[in-house]
């Protein structure tokens, strides 16, 4: 069984800092890609930033240069440091994970999602 547990998320004011958190734990081997999505109200979800097990991370262009994503394998953790916050990155943010099982089976997994409020 594989658990994504997130945390970090909050009430800001714009052009503020948020880090957010979001750790694997169980029979895991490795995590092939662990994202960040976020959904605002009445919104579909939509994938944010990516990092895959070789460090390779990818930004969607309205985040690009404020947001980074960066990752303790060790830990199977990933953190995005979210700075000079918009009105418009409030979302729950969802950690998401493509995770390779100790038994060899790759499945994907949720987070409970975190909420991220800007605002003044």
């Known amino acids: 069984h594989v658990q994504l547990v997130e945390s970090g998320g909050g009430l800001v004011q714009p052009g503020g800092s948020l880090r957010l958190s979001c750790a694997a734990s169980?029979?895991?081997?490795?995590?092939?890609?662990m994202d960040w999505y976020r959904q605002a109200p009445g919104k579909e979800r939509w994938l944010v930033v990516r990092?895959?097990?070789?460090?390779?991370?990818s930004y969607v262009e309205a985040v690009k240069g404020r947001f980074t994503i960066s990752a303790d394998n060790a830990k199977n953790t990933v953190y995005l440091q979210m700075n000079s916050l918009k009105l418009e990155d409030t979302s729950v943010y969802y950690c998401?994970?493509?995770?390779?099982?100790?038994?060899?089976?790759?499945?994907?997994?949720w987070g409970q999602g975190t909420q991220v409020t800007v605002s003044s």
């Open positions: 990092i895959t097990s070789d460090g390779t991370a």
């Open positions: 169980g029979s895991i081997f490795r995590a092939d890609v």
């Open positions: 998401h994970a493509k995770i390779r099982t100790i038994s060899g089976y790759v499945s994907d997994y």
